[in-house]
């Protein structure tokens, strides 16, 4: 059972554009989450996070957004660049002291 | 930031050999250390979740003989895949967490490229 969903696997954006990538999870629990950006053969690199007492957290080009009623949440990358091309995972973290819970990740290309 | 290294960060080796791969918390004391692997297309799979000074609590299908996990310090955990064969080859990836301060967030090393010939 995937707790945290990622349903798109890929997404393609032209430069300059808005990149919206999206999660849903189903565990009511999960009081923090995160967004991971990973290029091949490397670790993945954290991006931006939020705790479920927010609903919005920005970081330059990166918003989350968190909608806990709807267990969804998403990040907004504005404006799009090429570098911003890689695989995006979204994880959630159960209160206390357990490992993150990820998505199976979607790949974004930003085409120039 | 946080930084988190591994080493080595490829190996070949054969089957039946022993390949110990280190993960090191640079800037910051981990108390908790996670393993993760990933396969080709395929979603971070965490392997175990180790903690300073105590025994490593492994995933459901994960063999612990088999990868031995060491968290000797605050900034050093080891995973040592014993008697390795060809479908152990894989994408290993450490993962930390700091200690205090927030605490949530996980820093992941860069990786080490597995192949077991």
């Known amino acids: 059972d995937q707790q945290v969903k990622q349903n798109s696997p890929s997404l393609s954006v032209q430069e300059g554009r808005i990149s919206i990538l999206n999660c849903d999870y189903t565990n009511s629990m999960f009081d923090y989450f995160l967004w991971y950006k990973k290029y091949p053969a490397e670790g993945p690199t954290f991006l931006i996070s939020?705790?479920?007492?927010?609903d919005k957290n920005e970081d330059g080009r990166f918003t989350v957004f968190l909608n806990k009623s709807a267990k969804h949440l998403s990040l907004h990358i504005v404006p799009s660049q090429p570098g911003d091309s890689a695989v995006y995972f979204c994880a959630a973290r159960p209160s206390g002291n357990t490992p993150l819970v990820f998505g199976k990740g979607t790949r974004l290309s930003v085409i120039a | 930031g946080a930084v988190v290294s591994q080493h080595p960060s490829r190996v070949i080796c054969k089957s039946g050999t022993s390949v110990k791969i280190e993960c090191r918390s640079l800037d910051f004391q981990a108390t908790t250390m996670f393993w993760y692997r990933q396969f080709p297309k395929q979603s971070l799979m965490l392997m175990a979740t180790?903690?300073?000074?105590?025994?490593?609590?492994?995933e459901q299908g994960v063999e612990k003989d088999k990868f031995l996990i060491n968290h000797a310090s605050l900034t050093l955990s080891t995973l040592t895949v014993t008697s390795a064969h060809p479908e152990d080859s894989s994408f290993y990836i450490c993962?930390?967490?700091?200690?205090?301060?927030?605490?949530?967030?996980?820093?992941f090393g860069p990786g080490t490229r597995l192949l077991v010939l």
């Open positions: 180790s903690n300073e000074g105590s025994k490593a609590t492994y």
């Open positions: 993962s930390a967490r700091r200690a205090g301060g927030l605490g949530e967030t996980q820093y």
């Open positions: 939020i705790s479920s007492i927010k």
